[in-house]
């Protein structure tokens, strides 16, 4: 339940102690409300100073039951796999919580925690780890009717709030404690900003005008709450939901007030169950329906099988797929949610970049920070954020929750988990260690034991891994005289040259072999030097050694007395030997060094390496993934070949300066296979050749930048160069597809192509139908936004020599397939480019299929062009033709299914240097173009309309005409010169 309240002023880094009241002054709901949260927060604290403590290290969070009226995980009997929980208190990170009733309750049938479970066989028993979730939540008159006095004619007025706690469960492969998979509250930032709500004229309505809609601010508490959050391996399902009445307007369904169904509001049906299970659930078998609150945009109670108690108002809600970007459904005061770019200030505008949703809602601009890939934040159903808004201090364009930099944390729930238990796979308990005993059973003040005090044992001979001081006491008692007593040892073949030997008159002065361990550590420490150690000199395997440089000869010593004085005095490096080392690596220091068989003592070595050492003599380390492609060239040997590579290399601002081929070739295959997501790559002026297929896929950035079309040439001559990313940019670039029937393909949600060219030439005798030069594609869920400027491409078929009669046939050229829009959903802007080719409309058709010469003769179908394509602007480009595919369906001039185009296609101020053009969108806007007439007809259109003006053709034969096919009597033509337009209604 919600409470509707003003605001909520608590906050506890401002360390107040108290609320006092002011005489003549009014006493406002939040000052009682803060006054609340302050006695239960320093409740709270000095409970978790004397009960809870802090995090452990493993992320355990102390806490624990009491040995009296605590709640307790047993078995009855004992040892059996028949578990239940003995109902009683419980304190977790300083809240006090209490389990109510006094019989023994099942884990799977706690009346304060009904989860709905699917079947009786849902609740395995087995393999399962138990812990605690304490949390706080509201409850209202609407619940608990009591809240209301019949002496005050059922007035509602304050609302309590209830310490929830429930014994949950989930599989031994989950940490509860861990709060990565378990956290206690969500972490993601929200910013709350009050936008100035206008109304834009119609784009197409030159007349229509913008009219500002003014709106008053109004004082009211914002409410944005998590509704639900699900995961999977691949996507994240996030459900918000948000209001302006603090989501506090709720009814039950059965006393329904008059209007409340009304209105452009979306209604929460719930129950009493569904209000206790907010937070994480990682029990299986849930019946998913009964879990949540049902939300819909109707006020129409939902079927059975779905909570139908009460019912309360929001505002608005959405549930989206954060990684796929994919708007489930979703309102905001009447009006549905809809995909749009960020710029878009309409209401009811979603936008999903970069981990951070961006929503219009009618007076307020969400936005929320849901993170991406390694940055993805954490949610919890029933995370709440609240905004006051008050109209004397607000206005609009004012942040109201966050600031300028970033968003404001969740105000709450807040969880508080504690280990319980473990369930074996043979349901019975897991014996846990002495701690996790210690602090389930704790007792009061005036009665501690021995036995409840931790213990850490320094000491495990004495103490034998004694877990508290009971233990230890115990442990302590077992100690015999015979522990403390000391027989002198039998030294062996070692005797007459052991200590031993050498402090015996002191040790044993009346020779029985037996003293106390105090008489043998006085002697040792007072009596025991380098003439009482004995010392053998060994006979060295190797050669040269220490002892032999030092003229030491194998022999027993009477002490070591004289080996230290030799050390002390006459070691030196020229005395320590060294082997030289056989190293697997080529080449190394001990290589780049030039080390050799005289270097045989420490004092060659380190003269050289001390004295001659730098970086040319450091080899580098290509085995390192993280290297970058620059270094792996074969030309970096050493650390100065690094060096002197990483000196001509200029930044620019690239993510990588590419200089070779070899470079170029390794980066793009690094980048295609490995895990990163961004490239940028800076290519110097020069000739880079590709022999190789490249694939790129599964990436959000990739941009390529030359110094120059004229000056940066790429030469590929593989088949396929693809690339699958979020952005694609290529600038000031040069495409030489060597390959007659290679082809580039670019998918991708926005691409940007400018000051590039792009060449391919290939015999007719190849193949007779490769694919177009350049593919562009949209992504499998969205729309691709080109942006095409300023490029060149050239793409044409030859003819070889040949004999045709006996004489001699010169080669010929003629155009080829240069560019090719894949579908109906690639859409944006070809400005200033000329193509010497031709441009192609795939309409998600492979390959090229139209109807027959003289465009359709008949339409057997209704309606031509189908919704849902975007928009496409063909401004100044030069462009040899322009075809459109139509499907197999759709030969020999029949048109029997209808053709999946752009929903408006603009040509204007474009040059057409060829007839038999065919062009098809659901809106043909075609303006100020010229046109080169000849014997054919300059084309035909599909459209639902279409608009013909300014346009211009150069034909002598005045045979130039336009042939449409329109699904509607509206059709333009005007103010063309020589241009004839022949509509063909439907």
């Given at each position: 339940?919600?409470?509707?309240?003003?605001?909520?002023?608590?906050?506890?880094?401002?360390?107040?102690?108290?609320?006092?009241?002011?005489?003549?002054?009014?006493?406002?709901?939040?000052?009682?409300?803060?006054?609340?949260?302050?006695?239960?927060?320093?409740?709270?604290?000095?409970?978790?100073?004397?009960?809870?403590?802090?995090?452990?290290?493993?992320?355990?969070?102390?806490?624990?039951?009491?040995?009296?009226?605590?709640?307790?995980?047993?078995?009855?009997?004992?040892?059996?796999?028949?578990?239940?929980?003995?109902?009683?208190?419980?304190?977790?990170?300083?809240?006090?919580?209490?389990?109510?009733?006094?019989?023994?309750?099942?884990?799977?049938?706690?009346?304060?925690?009904?989860?709905?479970?699917?079947?009786?066989?849902?609740?395995?028993?087995?393999?399962?780890?138990?812990?605690?979730?304490?949390?706080?939540?509201?409850?209202?008159?609407?619940?608990?009717?009591?809240?209301?006095?019949?002496?005050?004619?059922?007035?509602?007025?304050?609302?309590?709030?209830?310490?929830?706690?429930?014994?949950?469960?989930?599989?031994?492969?989950?940490?509860?404690?861990?709060?990565?998979?378990?956290?206690?509250?969500?972490?993601?930032?929200?910013?709350?900003?009050?936008?100035?709500?206008?109304?834009?004229?119609?784009?197409?309505?030159?007349?229509?005008?913008?009219?500002?809609?003014?709106?008053?601010?109004?004082?009211?508490?914002?409410?944005?709450?998590?509704?639900?959050?699900?995961?999977?391996?691949?996507?994240?399902?996030?459900?918000?939901?948000?209001?302006?009445?603090?989501?506090?307007?709720?009814?039950?369904?059965?006393?329904?007030?008059?209007?409340?169904?009304?209105?452009?509001?979306?209604?929460?049906?719930?129950?009493?169950?569904?209000?206790?299970?907010?937070?994480?659930?990682?029990?299986?078998?849930?019946?998913?329906?009964?879990?949540?609150?049902?939300?819909?945009?109707?006020?129409?109670?939902?079927?059975?099988?779905?909570?139908?108690?009460?019912?309360?108002?929001?505002?608005?809600?959405?549930?989206?797929?954060?990684?796929?970007?994919?708007?489930?459904?979703?309102?905001?005061?009447?009006?549905?949610?809809?995909?749009?770019?960020?710029?878009?200030?309409?209401?009811?505008?979603?936008?999903?970049?970069?981990?951070?949703?961006?929503?219009?809602?009618?007076?307020?601009?969400?936005?929320?920070?849901?993170?991406?890939?390694?940055?993805?934040?954490?949610?919890?159903?029933?995370?709440?954020?609240?905004?006051?808004?008050?109209?004397?201090?607000?206005?609009?364009?004012?942040?109201?929750?966050?600031?300028?930099?970033?968003?404001?944390?969740?105000?709450?729930?807040?969880?508080?988990?504690?280990?319980?238990?473990?369930?074996?796979?043979?349901?019975?308990?897991?014996?846990?260690?002495?701690?996790?005993?210690?602090?389930?059973?704790?007792?009061?003040?005036?009665?501690?034991?021995?036995?409840?005090?931790?213990?850490?044992?320094?000491?495990?001979?004495?103490?034998?891994?004694?877990?508290?001081?009971?233990?230890?006491?115990?442990?302590?008692?077992?100690?015999?005289?015979?522990?403390?007593?000391?027989?002198?040892?039998?030294?062996?073949?070692?005797?007459?040259?052991?200590?031993?030997?050498?402090?015996?008159?002191?040790?044993?002065?009346?020779?029985?072999?037996?003293?106390?361990?105090?008489?043998?550590?006085?002697?040792?420490?007072?009596?025991?030097?380098?003439?009482?150690?004995?010392?053998?000199?060994?006979?060295?395997?190797?050669?040269?050694?220490?002892?032999?440089?030092?003229?030491?000869?194998?022999?027993?010593?009477?002490?070591?007395?004289?080996?230290?004085?030799?050390?002390?005095?006459?070691?030196?490096?020229?005395?320590?030997?060294?082997?030289?080392?056989?190293?697997?690596?080529?080449?190394?220091?001990?290589?780049?060094?030039?080390?050799?068989?005289?270097?045989?003592?420490?004092?060659?070595?380190?003269?050289?390496?001390?004295?001659?050492?730098?970086?040319?003599?450091?080899?580098?380390?290509?085995?390192?993934?993280?290297?970058?492609?620059?270094?792996?060239?074969?030309?970096?040997?050493?650390?100065?070949?690094?060096?002197?590579?990483?000196?001509?290399?200029?930044?620019?601002?690239?993510?990588?300066?590419?200089?070779?081929?070899?470079?170029?070739?390794?980066?793009?295959?690094?980048?295609?296979?490995?895990?990163?997501?961004?490239?940028?790559?800076?290519?110097?002026?020069?000739?880079?050749?590709?022999?190789?297929?490249?694939?790129?896929?599964?990436?959000?950035?990739?941009?390529?930048s030359g110094q120059g079309r004229e000056s940066t040439s790429i030469v590929f001559g593989g088949t396929t160069l693809s690339v699958d990313a979020d952005e694609i940019i290529i600038e000031n670039v040069s495409f030489d597809i060597s390959n007659g029937n290679g082809q580039m393909t670019l998918t991708a949600a926005s691409s940007q192509v400018s000051n590039c060219r792009f060449t391919r030439q290939r015999s007719i005798s190849v193949v007779e139908t490769p694919p177009a030069m350049i593919g562009i594609g949209s992504p499998s869920k969205g729309a691709a936004r080109i942006q095409w400027r300023n490029n060149i491409l050239y793409a044409m078929l030859y003819s070889r020599f040949g004999m045709i009669r006996g004489e001699v046939t010169r080669p010929t050229s003629s155009p080829d397939y240069a560019l090719r829009l894949e579908n109906s959903l690639v859409g944006g802007i070809l400005e200033g480019n000329q193509i010497d080719g031709y441009l192609l409309f795939g309409n998600g058709i492979e390959g090229f299929a139209t109807p027959a010469a003289g465009g359709i003769k008949q339409v057997r179908i209704a309606g031509l062009v189908a919704t849902g394509g975007e928009d496409l602007h063909l401004l100044s480009n030069r462009i040899t033709a322009i075809k459109a595919n139509l499907g197999t369906a759709n030969a020999d001039g029949y048109l029997d299914e209808q053709v999946q185009a752009n929903t408006r296609l603009v040509l204007s101020n474009n040059r057409i240097e060829r007839t038999e053009n065919a062009i098809s969108a659901k809106n043909i806007v075609v303006s100020g173009n010229y046109w080169a007439g000849g014997t054919s007809d300059l084309g035909y259109c599909i459209a639902d309309r279409a608009s013909f003006t300014g346009n211009i053709v150069e034909d002598d034969a005045n045979k130039s005409k336009f042939t449409c096919t329109?699904?509607?009597?509206?059709?333009?033509?005007?103010?063309?010169?020589?241009?004839?337009?022949?509509?063909?209604?439907?």
């Amino acid at each position: 339940m919600k409470t509707q309240i003003s605001r909520d002023s608590f906050l506890p880094e401002q360390g107040y102690s108290g609320v006092y009241l002011q005489q003549g002054r009014m006493i406002l709901d939040a000052d009682w409300n803060e006054l609340t949260d302050i006695q239960k927060a320093q409740l709270a604290n000095a409970l978790r100073d004397a009960i809870s403590g802090t995090t452990g290290a493993a992320g355990d969070i102390a806490g624990g039951s009491p040995r009296a009226g605590g709640l307790k995980i047993a078995a009855n009997p004992a040892g059996s796999a028949n578990i239940f929980i003995q109902p009683g208190a419980l304190y977790v990170e300083g809240v006090a919580a209490r389990l109510p009733g006094t019989d023994p309750l099942a884990v799977n049938a706690q009346p304060e925690y009904p989860i709905p479970l699917q079947s009786s066989s849902s609740y395995t028993g087995m393999s399962l780890y138990l812990y605690a979730d304490v949390w706080e939540r509201n409850v209202t008159a609407l619940e608990q009717s009591n809240l209301m006095d019949a002496a005050m004619h059922g007035a509602d007025t304050a609302t309590r709030s209830q310490t929830m706690l429930q014994a949950k469960w989930c599989a031994t492969s989950i940490k509860p404690m861990d709060p990565a998979q378990n956290p206690a509250m969500g972490n993601a930032p929200l910013k709350l900003k009050l936008r100035l709500i206008d109304s834009s004229g119609d784009a197409c309505d030159p007349c229509a005008s913008q009219v500002q809609v003014e709106e008053r601010i109004g004082n009211y508490l914002f409410r944005v709450e998590v509704h639900d959050y699900q995961v999977t391996a691949s996507e994240r399902t996030l459900t918000l939901k948000w209001s302006r009445d603090n989501g506090s307007e709720a009814c039950a369904v059965a006393q329904m007030p008059d209007g409340f169904d009304e209105g452009d509001w979306v209604w929460e049906y719930f129950d009493d169950d569904t209000e206790k299970l907010l937070g994480n659930h990682f029990a299986s078998g849930v019946d998913t329906n009964k879990l949540r609150g049902r939300i819909q945009g109707n006020c129409t109670t939902p079927g059975a099988g779905y909570p139908s108690t009460y019912v309360r108002q929001w505002d608005g809600y959405i549930k989206i797929k954060l990684d796929s970007y994919v708007i489930v459904e979703g309102k905001d005061r009447g009006v549905d949610l809809y995909k749009g770019t960020v710029d878009d200030e309409a209401h009811g505008r979603v936008d999903l970049a970069g981990g951070v949703l961006k929503i219009n809602l009618k007076l307020m601009e969400l936005e929320l920070t849901a993170g991406s890939g390694g940055t993805k934040r954490a949610f919890v159903p029933g995370d709440y954020w609240l905004a006051p808004v008050r109209e004397a201090e607000d206005e609009s364009g004012d942040i109201v929750l966050g600031d300028e930099t970033a968003g404001a944390a969740p105000r709450g729930i807040w969880h508080h988990y504690l280990f319980l238990g473990e369930l074996a796979a043979d349901g019975k308990l897991v014996a846990q260690d002495d701690a996790y005993a210690r602090r389930m059973n704790f007792p009061p003040l005036t009665d501690i034991h021995a036995a409840d005090i931790a213990f850490i044992d320094h000491c495990a001979g004495l103490y034998a891994g004694a877990n508290n001081v009971q233990q230890a006491l115990d442990n302590l008692c077992a100690i015999g005289a015979e522990d403390i007593a000391y027989l002198l040892p039998n030294c062996g073949a070692n005797e007459g040259k052991s200590i031993k030997d050498r402090l015996k008159s002191s040790l044993d002065p009346d020779g029985n072999g037996k003293l106390t361990v105090q008489v043998a550590l006085d002697k040792l420490l007072c009596e025991l030097n380098a003439t009482s150690l004995p010392y053998t000199v060994p006979a060295c395997s190797a050669t040269p050694s220490i002892g032999s440089l030092l003229g030491l000869a194998a022999s027993t010593s009477s002490n070591v007395a004289p080996m230290l004085d030799k050390l002390l005095c006459e070691l030196n490096a020229a005395k320590l030997p060294y082997i030289l080392p056989s190293c697997a690596d080529n080449p190394n220091v001990f290589t780049l060094l030039g080390l050799g068989s005289a270097d045989n003592n420490v004092a060659a070595v380190l003269g050289k390496l001390l004295c001659g050492f730098n970086a040319g003599d450091m080899p580098l380390d290509k085995s390192d993934a993280e290297l970058c492609s620059d270094l792996q060239v074969s030309e970096a040997v050493t650390v100065q070949d690094a060096l002197k590579i990483l000196c001509n290399k200029s930044g620019g601002g690239c993510a990588v300066t590419v200089s070779s081929s070899e470079q170029l070739e390794l980066l793009l295959g690094e980048f295609a296979a490995g895990d990163a997501t961004d490239l940028w790559l800076c290519l110097k002026a020069g000739t880079y050749p590709i022999t190789k297929d490249i694939a790129i896929a599964g990436k959000r950035s990739l941009r390529i930048s030359g110094q120059g079309r004229e000056s940066t040439s790429i030469v590929f001559g593989g088949t396929t160069l693809s690339v699958d990313a979020d952005e694609i940019i290529i600038e000031n670039v040069s495409f030489d597809i060597s390959n007659g029937n290679g082809q580039m393909t670019l998918t991708a949600a926005s691409s940007q192509v400018s000051n590039c060219r792009f060449t391919r030439q290939r015999s007719i005798s190849v193949v007779e139908t490769p694919p177009a030069m350049i593919g562009i594609g949209s992504p499998s869920k969205g729309a691709a936004r080109i942006q095409w400027r300023n490029n060149i491409l050239y793409a044409m078929l030859y003819s070889r020599f040949g004999m045709i009669r006996g004489e001699v046939t010169r080669p010929t050229s003629s155009p080829d397939y240069a560019l090719r829009l894949e579908n109906s959903l690639v859409g944006g802007i070809l400005e200033g480019n000329q193509i010497d080719g031709y441009l192609l409309f795939g309409n998600g058709i492979e390959g090229f299929a139209t109807p027959a010469a003289g465009g359709i003769k008949q339409v057997r179908i209704a309606g031509l062009v189908a919704t849902g394509g975007e928009d496409l602007h063909l401004l100044s480009n030069r462009i040899t033709a322009i075809k459109a595919n139509l499907g197999t369906a759709n030969a020999d001039g029949y048109l029997d299914e209808q053709v999946q185009a752009n929903t408006r296609l603009v040509l204007s101020n474009n040059r057409i240097e060829r007839t038999e053009n065919a062009i098809s969108a659901k809106n043909i806007v075609v303006s100020g173009n010229y046109w080169a007439g000849g014997t054919s007809d300059l084309g035909y259109c599909i459209a639902d309309r279409a608009s013909f003006t300014g346009n211009i053709v150069e034909d002598d034969a005045n045979k130039s005409k336009f042939t449409c096919t329109l699904a509607e009597t509206q059709l333009i033509a005007s103010g063309n010169i020589l241009l004839q337009v022949f509509p063909m209604l439907v």
